[in-house]
């Protein structure tokens, strides 16, 4: 029988043969990759469930001893699932996906839809819209964000006076034009 030896590899098993090959647990920067997170501890739960130490643990997977504790603490009171991930980080958003796709329907329709006297969609507008669709108030500087997740963009409209006189502005660009940037 091959004996077991007590050098903890991350893997598939716990306790390793001295033949068995390991697959390492990844090592570096775990900032946002919550799925390597989730593995690292279920692997410390194999640990512990196959008889290692948190120093063990602590050592195999290159966390404090601080951090297996805690792992050790919650898989005694709860299991491996106590040790799964929470789900998603940080706050949650204040528009479900349908009431997010309710509103980029509604905004395709236009400003007039809405009852304001130009067709150009402002954030502070695009903010009313929501609060009346969803009764969810955002500030106007924050539409922009949800914008963004609808893949709209920023367009200026051109600048432009609608009493241009295009035959004035073509005789002032032949003939005045020149004549000023001659004087160079």
Same mark, same amino acid.
């Given at each position: 029988?091959?004996? =077991?030896? /007590? %050098? &903890?590899?991350?893997? =598939?098993?716990?306790?390793?043969?001295?033949?068995?090959?390991?697959?390492?647990?990844?090592? @570096?920067? &775990?900032?946002? %990759?919550?799925?390597?997170?989730?593995?690292?501890?279920?692997?410390?739960?194999?640990?512990?469930?196959? +008889?290692?130490?948190?120093?063990?643990?602590?050592?195999?997977? *290159?966390?404090?001893?601080?951090?297996?504790?805690?792992?050790? =603490?919650?898989? /005694?009171? @709860? *299991?491996?699932?106590?040790?799964? @991930?929470?789900?998603?980080?940080?706050?949650? !958003?204040?528009?479900? $996906?349908?009431?997010?796709?309710?509103?980029?329907?509604?905004?395709?329709?236009? !400003?007039?839809?809405? +009852?304001?006297?130009t067709d150009l969609w402002t954030l502070a507008r695009v903010a009313a819209v929501i609060w009346r669709l969803t009764g969810v108030r955002f500030h106007p500087g924050h539409v922009w964000h949800l914008l963004r997740r609808l893949d709209w963009?920023?367009?200026? $409209?051109?600048?432009?006076?609608?009493?241009?006189?295009?035959?004035?502005?073509?005789?002032?660009?032949?003939?005045? &034009? !020149?004549?000023?940037? +001659? +004087?160079?």
């Amino acid at each position: 029988m091959k004996e =077991r030896n /007590r %050098d &903890w590899h991350t893997g =598939r098993m716990c306790a390793t043969t001295n033949n068995q090959q390991t697959n390492p647990i990844k090592v @570096g920067s &775990w900032r946002r %990759d919550f799925a390597g997170l989730e593995e690292r501890r279920l692997e410390a739960a194999r640990m512990f469930a196959h +008889g290692a130490t948190q120093a063990e643990v602590a050592r195999a997977l *290159g966390v404090s001893a601080q951090a297996a504790s805690v792992w050790y =603490r919650r898989w /005694r009171q @709860g *299991g491996t699932p106590a040790l799964r @991930g929470a789900g998603r980080a940080g706050r949650r !958003p204040r528009l479900s $996906p349908a009431e997010l796709d309710a509103v980029g329907q509604a905004l395709r329709k236009g !400003p007039a839809a809405f +009852g304001f006297d130009t067709d150009l969609w402002t954030l502070a507008r695009v903010a009313a819209v929501i609060w009346r669709l969803t009764g969810v108030r955002f500030h106007p500087g924050h539409v922009w964000h949800l914008l963004r997740r609808l893949d709209w963009s920023v367009q200026r $409209p051109a600048r432009r006076a609608t009493e241009r006189a295009q035959a004035a502005i073509a005789r002032w660009r032949a003939e005045d &034009w !020149p004549r000023i940037k +001659g +004087g160079r």
